[in-house]
């Protein structure tokens, strides 16, 4: 059973593309974070929300608590974003994981 | 400034052996986390260490073990290798222990990749 389940797990976009990656959850949380990898193994991190929505340059996210969902979207997608997208929950002293998201951009 | 450093960066064992990674965190953080990450379990949370003390520890064997150092500096150890630990194994900073296990405001590490044979 995954507590975090990301979908799609594979993404490739035109590079300009309005992309949006999900993020949904079964456990109540105190926080999520989005994080991104890039090839080589290198994380950073992008957001973490506890409610309502973030946003960054390019990148919005999004959280609803109530329906267990979050969102990332990438507006006027460019192949440096190629990565894989990673969710993560905190509930309590536990944390888990999704098994990411890997998107390529081409240009 | 400095980042995250981890060292080695890449390390090979044998079955059985026993390995030490080390984790140099930014300048100023008390909190260094562990992670591990493998193509089938993707990213598990080994512990996180702020002050020198464990303040939370993930779901992993007793060979899994880690200290803090005063400086912030941190080291995990795998006793008894098997096959399974292969993995990059990762850690973060940050100045703050937040809430959770991932706080606010932390850099990861380049990671240290380690295969068993």
């Known amino acids: 059973k995954n507590e975090v389940e990301q979908s799609p797990q594979n993404l490739t976009a035109q590079e300009g593309e309005f992309i949006t990656i999900n993020c949904s959850y079964s456990?109540?949380?105190?926080?999520l974070h989005w994080l991104q990898q890039h090839p080589g193994g290198g994380i950073v991190s992008l957001f973490m929300?506890?409610?309502g929505k973030k946003k960054h340059g390019r990148l919005i996210a999004t959280i609803n608590i109530q329906e267990k969902h979050s969102s990332l979207h990438i507006t006027a997608s460019h192949p440096r974003d190629s990565a894989v997208y990673i969710c993560?929950?905190?509930?309590?002293?536990?944390?888990?994981f999704g098994t990411g998201t890997s998107l390529t951009v081409i240009p | 400034k400095a980042g995250v450093t981890q060292t080695p960066r890449y390390l090979i064992k044998t079955r059985g052996q026993q390995v030490t990674l080390s984790c140099s965190p930014i300048?100023?953080?008390?909190?260094v986390s562990w992670y591990q990450q493998t193509p089938g379990q993707g990213l598990q949370f080994l512990f996180e260490y702020f002050s020198e003390t464990q303040r939370n520890k993930g779901n992993f064997p007793g060979r899994f073990s880690g200290r803090q150092f005063s400086n912030s500096r941190s080291e995990m150890n795998v006793s008894t290798l098997e096959l399974g630990d292969s993995a990059l194994y990762l850690c973060a900073s940050s100045l703050l222990t937040g809430t959770g296990i991932l706080p606010y405001g932390y850099t990861f590490g380049s990671g240290t990749r380690l295969t068993v044979v």
């Open positions: 993560a929950v905190i509930t309590g002293n536990q944390f888990y």
């Open positions: 300048s100023g953080h008390r909190s």
């Open positions: 929300l506890s409610s």
């Open positions: 456990v109540g949380i105190s926080a």
